[in-house]
């Protein structure tokens, strides 16, 4: 069984920055093969946001077109914890922030499909106003 905790959300003025972690809790020795963040904004749909791609010593990246350049992942193996890490948020970053995980990887053409995930965290509020 996994479970994934989230914290580090909050309020914070556009332009700000905050960082979002994702801690995995799990008998295993490995983290999933596939971790990523995803985001529900008030009356909207649920989101992809970044994700990690397989393991080992360089797992791939991938970052939403929406937030690329503002957003990157920190990915701390051993203590199996996935960070966001995010700057110059804007309005439209404000929602929820749910950490998954994946038992199989996840590509390119795929991390970003809700599905590959088979576990989520409870989620975190990021709100961005002035």
């Known amino acids: 069984q996994v479970q994934l905790e989230e914290t580090g959300g909050g309020a914070v003025q556009p332009g700000g920055s905050l960082r979002l972690s994702c801690v995995v809790r799990?008998?295993?020795?490995?983290?999933?093969?596939?971790m990523g963040w995803f985001r529900q904004a008030p009356g909207k749909g649920r989101e992809a946001v970044a994700a990690v791609r397989g393991r080992g010593a360089s797992p791939s990246t991938s970052i939403s077109d929406s937030v690329k350049g503002r957003f990157s992942l920190v990915l701390r193996d051993r203590e199996k914890i996935l960070i966001l890490e995010m700057n110059r948020l804007r309005a439209e970053d404000t929602g929820t922030y749910y950490c998954a995980a994946g038992r199989l990887s996840c590509y390119a053409d795929t991390w970003f499909r809700s599905e590959e995930y088979n576990y989520w965290g409870q989620g975190t509020q990021v709100t961005v106003s002035s």
């Open positions: 799990s008998e295993d020795f490995d983290r999933p093969p596939c």
